[in-house]
């Protein structure tokens, strides 16, 4: 085990198992996964930006209503021009758009497969700093630390789709689990005063409890 995988045990506080894989449970992210989704979320915000302005732009030239525009843009999505900005301009052009609306389609494309390569380094990088795998060859049945050098990308990319999913949804509970230790603890209920009792003798007036 190397030093920092030392180091980072004294923070584990349980394990998972997905798939292959075993995952340290920290309840919190570590510092390049967080970067990693910090940089995902500013993507994110510009993938956003690029998809609203075009689609303003395509209705503006076009006339259409942004529902109609929206379903334009997901079927050249699904199209298999998709990266192929003449054939685009080809299309936008047929319904009134302007070619300048051909380069924010691409533009927002490639935003779009920026987001989806995102996924695949955080995954990629959930499993270099926390996985450990059983060797089929291994008859001592120990977990092993995945290292560097033995997995990147493209072996992330041959994984089946749902177990990426299950990998993510991972990642994400543990941010979750890091932003609700963070929060200050709820405010503790205030004693109730000490409430005064009406004399068995008299309705009228109340008598104090003795203390």
């Given amino acids: 085990m190397s030093v920092s995988s030392r180091i980072l045990a004294t923070f584990r506080t349980d394990y998972k198992v997905l798939g292959p894989f075993r995952l340290a449970v920290y309840g919190k992210l570590l510092q390049g996964e967080a970067e990693l989704l910090e940089q995902q979320q ?10 609203i302005r075009l689609t303003q ?6 006339g259409l ?3 109609d525009v929206d379903q334009i843009i997901a079927q050249f999505q699904t199209s298999s021009d998709i990266n192929d900005t003449q054939a685009i301009n080809e299309k936008l052009k047929a319904l009134g758009a302007l070619s300048s609306d051909a380069q924010e389609f691409s533009a927002f494309l490639n935003s779009q497969a920026l987001l989806s ?3 695949r380094t955080l995954v990629t990088a959930l499993l270099l700093g926390r996985a450990e795998y059983m060797a089929a060859e291994d008859e001592s049945e120990e977990w092993i630390h995945l290292k560097r050098g033995e997995w990147d990308m493209e072996d992330t990319r041959k994984l089946p789709k749902p177990m990426v999913d ?9 941010r979750a689990a ?5 929060k200050p603890p709820e405010m503790k209920a205030q004693k109730r005063p000490r409430t005064t009792k009406l004399s068995p003798a008299t309705n009228s007036s109340p008598a104090l409890t003795p203390s």
């Fill in 42 to 51: 500013r993507d994110q915000t510009v993938t956003y930006g690029a998809y």
């Fill in 57 to 62: 732009s395509i209705a503006r030239e076009t």
């Fill in 65 to 67: 209503p942004i529902e």
């Fill in 117 to 119: 390569d995102h996924k």
């Fill in 166 to 174: 299950e990998l993510h949804d991972f990642l994400m509970g543990e």
């Fill in 178 to 182: 890091q932003v609700e230790a963070g």
